[in-house]
């Protein structure tokens, strides 16, 4: 009667593992940001994009 929950919403995951994470997620997203605030980089993407046609 003392089972612990193992489906997918109870999370196996440490803290440590969760916090690691999060911290990677948050980097990637602020990457992301940062790469799409240069305006010449957007710029030679679309370049890129429009050659492909």
């Keep these: ?3 612990q929950p ?10 440590f593992k969760r916090v ?3 911290l990677a997620l948050t980097m990637g997203l602020g990457w ?3 790469l799409y605030s240069n305006p010449q980089l957007v710029i030679m993407l679309t370049d890129q ?3 492909c046609f």
């Design 49 to 51: 994009l429009w050659a």
């Design 6 to 15: 193992t489906g997918p919403l109870h999370a196996s995951r440490t803290p």
């Design 20 to 22: 690691l994470l999060m």
């Design 1 to 3: 009667m003392d089972e």
């Design 32 to 34: 992301v940001f940062y």
